[in-house]
């Protein structure tokens, strides 16, 4: 899994918006981070994967241990528990009202989050 290790910058977003509206972000937050370009930092320490997204309001960091329930903190700042895992080369994260799920795909680290029934993605290049 040594090609999640690295640092990717956001190249593209899907729903983005309607995402952020469903789970709710206030509109002037929304407006203000649209065009942010992310930063997600990965590492590896054992069998855990240290997750940075860097961003110009806030710097948040997740750690999610491969087969154990691990708390997770949302774009919102909520904090919820999510049982990690892989799956077919993907790293899962899967809670009661949330799933994450991280692959690589033709190089660049493609991100799939639903929360609260809404879902976006996001492609992102490495550095």
Known sequence: MAEFVGRFV???KENYDGFMKGVG???EY?????????????SKD???FVI??????????NTLVIGQECEFD???????????????????????KYSFEMEMTGGKLKETIS?????MSRVSKKE
């Open 46 to 48: 054992g069998d855990a």
């Open 25 to 27: 972000v206030p509109e």
């Open 74 to 96: 949302t774009i919102k700042g909520d904090k919820i528990k999510v049982m990690a895992s892989m799956d077919g080369g993907k790293i899962c994260a899967k809670g009661d």
């Open 10 to 12: 956001v190249e593209s």
């Open 30 to 42: 929304i407006a203000m981070s649209r065009d942010v370009k992310v930063i997600t930092d990965i």
């Open 115 to 119: 929360f609260k029934g809404h879902t």
């Open 52 to 61: 940075q997204r860097i961003r110009p309001q806030k710097t948040t960091s």
